[in-house]
């Protein structure tokens, strides 16, 4: 028997030799086992292996005394061994990690151990005990089974009475069992067994308190092993097995804990509605949405306002939101003297989540007292009735919570919708050829208008840009830019350069613009700046430059689709001006925003709506002007 030497220096490899006579009859095997003392402080996990060393081996003739030939003439290495474990080991847990909750809540986790059987045989828990440690400052150190707090001490009892301990399968193995005025709680009679080698993890659940004063902050309660000595393990034959394993959890440092607000947060907003709103629709107001954190809630009161004063166009309102069960419901009321307060409510506002309710409304019909152009601007009446209550501790909030602290107010925009009698839609038609040839007039574009069925509509003023291609920068006259400003030399109705017709059918159709019901403009835009009147022989084009063609109907001789009705309009324009040594390209697009008016008042004075008011989709159109 050899010790190891205690020497740093020597803590990877260490050799030890033997001077003795191990005599081997002729014919027969001696066997020689090397065996070791592993002291019981090395961790479990260790590699080791030995080597014989060949060179420090001698055999010889017992008759003779010379040396005698053998095998291996290497080294003969030992397979590697890895230390086990002689004690049950016990380590923090983040199964349950650092979840935050909210005062009240039930049968939550508080946290968790790992416990690591030894190899040797079924490891049997007999019994447990842990200690709460409790922080009430929330951010200082933990003490075990109480803290104080600006000279109040609270006991982690006062925050949870009872615990019961739960397997990795979410199976109760033991509890409710009260915590004691240090903060101990013992499970007994468990027989909870781990099989020899495994780990397995147990997790400590119970009540938080609804009604504990936690002070000026957040508290936090951590789940602690004080010693081994508060475990008692045997194995499947009743000895005892040895437990290591002091504070895994950190003790007053914890590592995994739990934190305990007195309410959570919830952050409300609104989201008003813009837009054209038709007269005798029922329309969207806006967006009502709650962000919970920490808790869930039950919305039971909420209320909205009209901004401005009482709106003489809008009548009944509805809200519109989840249930529980998922189902859509829906709540009218009556918009009275500039607010509606919904109650008797139960929205679920889950907690961690962003629940949305849409508010609707209906407008009088266009002969049944709506107001035409006026403003719907609904807001969330933060100041008046409001109820929600928690679903952790029953607490019921209102309107006189909402400020800087857990519950919020983030956003307020009051709706901007205005009434209107009718809209209309613009959207490409197909059937123009991709490849024109050089012809007066030539189609480039079509497009359709289609006025809503709840009454007529009327264009004012249409823009076309055309972007062709054969721009030259030097020398006038010889691209299709500068011929078109020399067509007709009025500048104010260019009819030369475009044409646009209009067609009730497959055979009927208009020429627009022409006989003084308008004004047809031919400019051309660099830089963004529109020139009205390029000299007809001197202009010089640039790149970047494009043509804008502008249709301005006279007051009273607009446009007019009927209600419902669709109509498709065909742009076409002079290309005999382009130049015939090769191929070119031409795009033309109908503009919207201010560019495009229009207005739903079908007779009389008005202020003319843009194509932002309508909905005008992507309506443009490339060709290919062949040579």
């Known amino acids: 028997r050899l010790d190891a030497s205690i020497d740093v220096s020597r803590d990877q490899s260490q050799t030890f030799s033997y001077d003795v006579t191990l005599p081997t009859a002729a014919g027969a095997d001696t066997v020689l086992y090397l065996k070791v003392q592993i002291n019981p402080l090395v961790p479990s996990g260790e590699g080791y292996k030995a080597t014989l060393v060949i060179s420090g081996t001698t055999l010889v003739d017992p008759m003779t005394g010379l040396a005698v030939a053998y095998q291996p003439t290497t080294d003969l290495a030992g397979s590697a061994l890895t230390t086990l474990n002689d004690a049950m080991e016990v380590s923090a847990s983040s199964v349950v990690g650092q979840p935050t909750y909210v005062r009240g809540a039930k049968d939550v986790g508080l946290g968790a151990l790992s416990f690591k059987a030894t190899t040797a045989a079924p490891n049997v828990i007999k019994t447990l005990t842990l200690t709460a440690y409790y922080d009430s400052e929330g951010i200082g150190g933990f003490a075990a089974g109480g803290d104080a ?239 929600f209550v928690s679903a952790s501790d029953g607490h019921v909030f209102t309107e006189k919570d909402l400020g800087t602290g857990d519950f919020t107010v983030t956003a307020n925009t009051a709706g901007s919708g205005l009434v209107r009698w009718s809209t209309l839609t613009v959207a490409k038609a197909e059937g123009v050829p991709a490849t024109v040839y050089h012809d007066v007039p030539t189609e480039v574009l079509r497009f359709t208008v289609k006025a809503d069925a709840h009454g007529a509509v009327r264009l004012r003023q249409l823009t076309f840009y055309l972007k062709p291609s054969d721009v030259k920068t030097t020398g006038a006259n010889n691209d299709s830019l500068e011929s078109w400003a020399s067509i007709n030399g009025d500048f104010a109705n260019d009819y030369g350069v475009a044409e646009l017709t209009r067609y009730f059918d497959s055979t009927t159709k208009e020429v627009l613009g022409k006989y003084g019901s308008a004004t047809m403009q031919y400019s051309i835009v660099r830089g963004g700046v529109k020139i009205t009147n390029p000299v007809a022989q001197n202009y010089v084009s640039a790149v970047g430059d494009y043509g804008m063609i502008e249709y301005k109907f006279n007051e009273g001789s607009e446009i007019s689709i009927p209600a419902g009705a669709t109509q498709e309009f065909r742009f076409a324009v002079d290309t005999s001006w382009f130049p015939s040594d090769k191929k070119y390209s031409l795009e033309t697009t109908l503009v919207g925003g201010t560019s495009f008016l229009w207005t739903d008042v079908t007779s009389g004075a008005y202020t003319a709506l843009t194509g932002s008011d309508a909905i005008v989709g992507d309506v443009k159109n490339a060709v290919t002007v062949s040579n």
């Open 149 to 387: 707090d600006g000279g109040v001490e609270t006991r982690a009892r006062d925050l949870v009475s009872k615990m019961s301990l739960y397997d990795s399968k979410g199976v109760k193995v033991a509890g409710p069992v009260d915590v004691g005025f240090d903060g101990r709680v013992t499970f007994s009679g468990l027989n909870f067994a781990i099989i020899a080698g495994q780990s397995a993890t147990l997790t400590v659940r119970g009540d938080l308190s609804p009604t504990i004063n936690l002070g000026s902050q957040p508290d936090r309660l951590s789940v602690e092993l004080e010693n081994p000595a508060d475990v008692t393990v045997t194995d499947d034959q009743g000895q005892a097995i040895m437990v290591r394993g002091t504070h895994p959890n950190g003790g007053n440092q914890a590592t995994y804990f739990i934190t305990v607000r007195t309410n959570g947060t919830v952050k409300f907003s609104w989201s008003g509605s813009g837009g054209n709103l038709l007269a005798g629709d029922e329309v969207s107001l806006g967006e009502f949405r709650a962000e919970t954190k920490y808790d869930a809630y039950t919305l039971r009161v909420v209320s909205f306002r009209q901004v401005g004063g009482v709106s003489k166009s809008l009548t009944d309102v509805r809200l519109e939101y989840k249930q529980a069960d998922g189902k859509t419901a829906s709540v009218s009321q009556q918009l009275v003297g500039g607010n509606v307060t919904f109650s008797g409510l139960a929205v679920p506002l889950g907690q961690d989540k962003i629940t949305s309710l849409r508010l609707y409304g209906d407008l009088a019909p266009r002969d049944g007292g709506a107001v035409y152009g006026e403003k719907i601007s609904v807001a969330f009446g933060n100041v008046d009735a409001l109820e």
